[in-house]
């Protein structure tokens, strides 16, 4: 039997991981599609752009995970019904308990995994994911910078730029200094300038300052003049929700002090991290006993089945996640009816194979 279970194992791998990473990607495609503004208007680099996306899968993973398995151990044991592998299991003595045990060591598997992510690396992703775009922010060159046009839209500053080269260094640049105290600003003039951390740096600058009449007061000259402006990645966008990103530990933290309504998304979204990691070991069970059996015609049912199983399952976790995160239902109903009808099928389903054999 260990050969057989090594087996379906075996033969499940491969379907797994392309279902899940194809579930990964659509999942990911809306994240780079809301990015291609960054992208191709400020100018974000490929490379930043996929450390970026790479800290997103670990919270994609704990949705498509429970979907790929599915999937995958659907595609698995088509093929095994397909090719009598599944009646050859049958005949030696298997029936449908001895075939789901590897299957149920591959959904706790995956459930534990889940969790792992959600305690351990979602949170440190989320951090990172935030030093990133901070960073970007930071260092990358390229602000919201028009040729020959004012910017008045820097906090305390407006910005005026002649020519701006390949290099990303800045040629005739002016900067007003825009001070509460004073009537008028102090200019700063520079003949070249480029960009560090969330700096512009002149090259050989000059400034004038004036007095409340518009009379020149000071002058002077700086080899390099360093100003600091708002960065026009500033507003980069993390599309992810941060009661999300936490732990279990944290949202219980962060529910401390808070009232009752303030305690709802904290609530609903600590049930949804149990409610998640659940759900791979009955999708697990549930894409074995709608695949296997002995006659190849219920084949296309039983897909028909998973992708309807599939539909309804992600249509009410969302909707009931929705309405509890308003109030309009407990969030036990919200979040847990989907598993309990997701349960149900399987149990129903595993005591008809039981009955009549695989």
Do not use: C
């Not at 440190?124 to 935030?130: D, P, V």
């Amino acid at each position: 039997m260990k050969i057989i279970n090594s087996y379906i194992l075996k033969e499940s791998r491969g379907p797994i991981v392309l279902s899940v990473s194809i579930f990964t990607f659509i999942f990911l495609l809306d994240i780079i599609v809301t990015m291609m503004e960054s992208i191709i208007v400020k100018g974000i680099s490929v490379f930043d752009v996929t450390r970026i996306l790479s800290f997103y899968v670990p919270p994609i993973l704990t949705q498509t995970l429970p979907l790929g398995l599915f999937v995958g151990i659907m595609i698995t044991f088509s093929k095994f019904t397909r090719s009598s592998e599944a009646i050859a299991m049958n005949s030696i003595g298997m029936d449908i308990r001895a075939i789901l045990k590897p299957i149920l060591y591959l959904g706790f598997a995956s459930m534990f995994f889940i969790l792992f992510l959600q305690e351990s690396i979602i949170p440190r992703s989320y951090i990172k994911l935030q030093y990133l775009a901070s960073k970007i922010a930071y260092e990358n060159p390229v602000f919201q910078l028009k040729e020959r046009t004012f910017m008045n839209n820097l906090e305390n500053y407006s910005l005026y730029i002649d020519k701006v080269g390949r290099d990303k260094h800045a040629k005739g640049i002016l900067i007003f200094e825009n001070d509460k105290k004073s009537t008028f600003p102090v200019v700063l003039a520079g003949h070249e300038a480029y960009w560090r951390d969330s700096s512009i740096v002149l090259k050989k600058a000059n400034f004038i300052s004036f007095d409340e009449k518009g009379v020149r007061k000071l002058t002077g000259s700086f080899e390099d003049k360093r100003v600091e402006l708002q960065a026009y990645f500033s507003d980069l966008k993390i599309k992810v929700k941060e009661n999300e990103m936490m732990s279990i530990a944290t949202l219980l933290q962060e529910m401390k002090g808070k009232t009752k309504e303030e305690k709802l998304i904290y609530k609903v979204e600590l049930h949804r991290k149990l409610a998640l990691p659940f759900s791979s070991v009955m999708l697990s069970v549930l894409g074995v006993l709608l695949s296997i059996g002995h006659q190849r015609s219920g084949k296309k049912a039983g897909i028909l089945v998973g992708i309807l199983t599939i539909f309804f399952y992600i249509s009410l976790l969302n909707i009931g996640i929705v309405l509890a995160n308003v109030g309009k239902i407990p969030i036990l109903l919200g979040v847990w009816l989907p598993n309990l009808l997701l349960a149900a099928l399987t149990y129903r389903l595993y005591l008809v194979k039981k009955r009549k054999g695989i």
